[in-house]
Structures are given as C-alpha cells and as structure tokens.
C-alpha cells in the first residue's frame, strides 16, 4: 500500500517562501508521476503541478513563475516551494501519485491526508 | 480552464437509499477522462472511479460512475453507514486538471 504524508512549516510569513516535503513509502518516486495540489478555505481543489520520474515537469500557469517541485529519490521523497507567498496562499496542500494520460494530465491513485500551511505574519 | 460544477451541493440520504452525484463540465470531456474522489474529515481523499467509470483498485460495486461528454454521474446504490463523505469529481482530458466544488453527502 503506497502511503504519501507531508511535512513542512504550518506558518509561514507574507513575501517569504513556503516549503513541503512528502515522504513516500511502499512505493518508489522513480515511478509513476507525483504532484502537489492544494485547497484554500472554502475554495476548490487546485493542482499545483507534478514531476515525473524522468525529470519532466509541468505547473499550473496561475503558478507556475512561483513554483519549482524537486526529489530526493535516495530518500524517497520529493518537495514543493513556492516564493513570495501572500494571505491568498494559505490553503490545506496534499501530495499525491499521478498516472498520466498524457503529460500533466492525469488522475491521482493515492494522496497524502494533507496539511494546513497559513500564511500570516 | 475547464470548469466543473457539482450538484447538489449537499444531499441527505439515509443508509440503505441510492445516491446519485452529477458533475457537469463546461466543455466536452474526451475520452471520458474524468475521476470521483471520496474524502472524509481528516483522511486522505480516496480515488473511486477514473475513466468516468471503472472502479479503482478495492472500491465497493455499489460504487458505479456513468456519463460522458459533459455530464457525468457517480451513484451510489445502497449506502452504508461509511459512505457518507464530500465526494469530488475531476477532469484530466486538459491541463492544467481541475476539481469540482465538491458534494456533502450527510445522514439524514
């Protein structure tokens, strides 16, 4: 069973920098494809972006000049940064494995339970 | 960006009743590329259905999605006790992916 659960700083400042990390086990991050999606406060899901496991990666334009995903596959994880965060990025963010279709576009299979990063000062 | 709407918002059911979830699409979905997710408070979302209709892997058969185009349907025929949740719909025919707002199914 693949178990995805993330890490990171619960508060992070306005105009600084936000950091996650998601710990995979019973799967390996040199399969499949992996992405970050986020939901802020009584607002939709939105996909965040993903990478795959040869080196493509793709990010939601409303995103993606803030965005930059990478992975430590000898610790069997990747992560998410996302600069100059305001109030409007806080949100509830979950990494999940992705089985594409096609590039970005794809379902996801398994997801972490999330986590509620708040951006105040 | 293609947009999802869900309907209803909430749906009050008891166990044992059919459930009957739609996910309209503001452009045709090809390939019947769209996927049903359930979540529970504090749990991770759960894939139900991908391809608007096959089951992921260990999904109850009373859990069916049906549809294609631009209305899509996710049924539940009788409910059991564990069934109440927010269920999601998702499209993946365009990128970037998007979600639907989401239906409460609560007891009634």
């Known amino acids: 069973q693949v178990h995805l659960q993330e890490s990171g700083p619960r508060l992070v400042k306005p105009s600084e920098t936000l950091s996650l990390t998601c710990i995979v086990s019973g799967g390996s991050v040199s399969r499949y494809y992996w992405s970050w999606i986020r939901q802020p406060p009584g607002k939709r899901l939105e996909w965040i972006g993903y990478?795959?496991?040869?080196?493509?990666?793709n990010y939601n334009p409303s995103l993606k000049s803030r965005v930059t995903m990478s992975v430590d596959v000898s610790k069997n994880q990747f992560s998410l940064t996302l600069n100059s965060v305001s109030a409007a990025d806080t949100a509830v963010y979950s990494c999940a494995r992705g089985r594409t279709v096609g590039g970005p576009r794809g379902y996801f299979d398994y997801w972490g339970q999330g986590t509620l990063v708040t951006v105040s000062s | 960006e293609i947009v999802l709407t869900q309907s209803p918002g909430t749906l009050s059911l008891s166990p044992g009743e059919r459930a009957t979830l739609s996910c309209r699409a503001s452009q045709s979905v090809s390939n019947n590329y769209l996927a049903w997710f359930q979540q529970k408070p504090g749990q991770a979302p759960r894939l139900l259905i991908y391809g608007a209709s096959t089951r992921a892997t260990g999904i109850p058969d009373r859990f069916s999605g049906s549809g294609s185009g631009t209305d899509f349907t996710l049924t539940i025929s009788r409910l059991e006790p564990e069934d109440f949740a927010v269920y999601y719909c998702q499209q993946y025919c365009y990128s970037p992916v998007t979600f639907g707002q989401g239906t409460r199914l609560e007891i009634k």
């Open positions: 990478f795959s496991y040869n080196g493509d990666t």
